[in-house]
């Protein structure tokens, strides 16, 4: 899989990645980016190899970033709301694990 680092990015730079909930975002970021990614390989194994980036070694790189370009872009737009979700079930789980050890 091509990877991106997750650090060198404008999203990862407009957190505060020295604080944990900063870290704990960026970290549900990339997770998302990594399904979507997941599943746009899915998606394009449906796809005739001629159709979009035509045929040989070269398109199987093209499709591979593109691929990861494209989850990037939909990871860092939110739509899928995939991270965002993470990040509440963190925060219930958290409320109720300080709410136990308070009782």
Known sequence: M???????????????????????KLAYRELEHVFLKQLLDEMYKTVPKD????????????????????????????????????EQQDLIATRAKTAALRA
Request: no cysteine; hydrophobic share 40%.
């Open 2 to 24: 091509l990877y991106v680092n997750p650090l060198d990015s404008a999203y990862a730079r407009s957190l505060d990645l020295d604080a944990a909930p900063g870290r704990k």
């Open 51 to 86: 159709a979009l980036f035509g045929n040989g070694i070269e398109s199987d790189y093209q499709r591979e970033i593109f691929t990861d370009a494209l989850s990037g872009a939909m990871a860092d737009s939110g739509q899928f709301g995939i991270a965002k979700l993470m």
